[in-house]
């Protein structure tokens, strides 16, 4: 069973860090590109971070670029999004994604909460 488990969000207040991390099992974790997304109260989903399959290469959408930080640990199975300075716009329900192919997998999500 293809599992995506997302930890690390929380409440924190503008300017503050904070450490997501996502566990995966149940698949080739070293085979798929992995990405973070997110979705925020009335609006749709959008991509954030992504990272290939060996961490080679880093993708980050404009809004994030220079705060945070993705990574992966192939063997651990484990990829984590580093976020600093972080802004009442980045409150939002954070999910994990796993990617090959046309294989799709999505995390449950964990929710971040920045007070301005």
């Known amino acids: 069973e293809v599992q995506l488990q997302a930890s690390g969000g929380g409440a924190v207040q503008a300017g503050g860090s904070l450490k997501l991390s996502c566990a995966a099992s149940?698949?080739?974790?070293?085979?798929?590109?992995m990405g973070w997304f997110r979705q925020a109260p009335g609006k749709e989903r959008e991509f954030v971070a992504a990272v290939t399959w060996s961490g080679g290469s880093t993708y980050y959408a404009d809004p994030v670029k220079g705060r945070f930080t993705i990574s992966r640990d192939n063997a651990k199975n484990t990829m984590s999004l580093q976020m600093s300075s972080l802004k009442h716009e980045d409150t939002a329900v954070y999910y994990c994604n796993a990617r090959y192919g046309v294989r799709d997998y999505w995390g449950q999500g964990t929710l971040v909460t920045v007070s301005s």
């Open positions: 149940g698949f080739s974790f070293d085979d798929y590109g």
